[in-house]
Antibody, heavy 117, light 111 residues
Framework: EEQLLESGGGLVQPGGSLRLSCAASGFTFTSYAMSWVRQAPGKGLEWVSV????????YYADSVKGRFTISRDNSKNTLYLQMKSLRAEDTAIYYCTKGTLWKFDYWGQGILVTVSS | NFMLTQPHSVSESPGKTVTISCTRSSGSIATNSVQWYHQRPGSAPTTVIY?????PSGVPDRFSGSIDSSSNSASLTISGLKTDDEADYYC??????????FGGGTKLTVL
């Protein structure tokens, strides 16, 4: 059974940093692109970033470009999102997803990131 | 970037059929595939339609997707509505400049 388990969320002050992790199991991790999609409280879905299966290509939403870095460790079946210079508007549930570069076929349960002083 | 516009909410009775639209603001709806996701309150999204009209295994055939180039829109149709279908539904597509876009979401009420 496919599983994506996010961790690393929590409360951080504006301007701070946080690293999210997503542990994958139940499928061949190296065969899929992986993405992060977020959802602010009471709002819709917003794509954040994607990394291809090898880790050689990454893409970002304009709202996070230059502040967030997506990466993956295929030896550990784990996806990461390093977030820096966090702002209040980054407050959201962050979902780890598997799929292709531009489609999301399975979603984790999500992890809450709160940016507040 | 383009936008995907969905109705804020729709409602219909159990057993009936409902269609949720998703209109692309620029660029052809036929150029890049459309996906549909379903999300119940407090839960993660799940895929109900991918590549315009394909159903993942486990999704009942009451769910169908289509695109209409004349209106530059995609549609999700749910027939034989059940109260369990109540959820938020999001369309999603992308462009050739590496941008992924979600629609604003449609709240489906089955009453």
């Amino acid at each position: 059974e496919e599983q994506l388990l996010e961790s690393g969320g929590g409360l951080v002050q504006p301007g701070g940093s946080l690293r999210l992790s997503c542990a994958a199991s139940g499928f061949t991790f190296t065969s899929y692109a992986m993405s992060w999609v977020r959802q602010a409280p009471g709002k819709g879905l917003e794509w954040v970033s994607v990394i291809n299966d090898s880790g050689g290509s990454t893409y970002y939403a304009d709202s996070v470009k230059g502040r967030f870095t997506i990466s993956r460790d295929n030896s550990k079946n784990t996806l990461y999102l390093q977030m820096k210079s966090l702002r209040a508007e980054d407050t959201a549930i962050y979902y780890c997803t598997k799929g292709t570069l531009w489609k999301f076929d399975y979603w984790g349960q999500g992890i809450l990131v709160t940016v507040s002083s | 970037n383009f936008m995907l516009t969905q109705p804020h909410s729709v409602s219909e009775s159990p057993g009936k059929t409902v269609t949720i639209s998703c209109t692309r603001s620029s660029g052809s709806i036929a150029t890049n595939s459309v996906q549909w996701y379903h999300q119940r309150p407090g839960s993660a999204p799940t895929t109900v339609i991918y590549e315009d009209n394909q159903r993942p295994s486990g999704v009942p055939d009451r769910f169908s997707g289509s695109i209409d180039s004349s209106s530059n829109s995609a549609s999700l149709t749910i027939s034989g509505l059940k109260t369990d279908d109540e959820a938020d539904y999001y369309c999603q597509s992308y462009d050739n400049s590496n941008h992924v876009v979600f629609g604003g979401g449609t709240k489906l009420t089955v009453l």
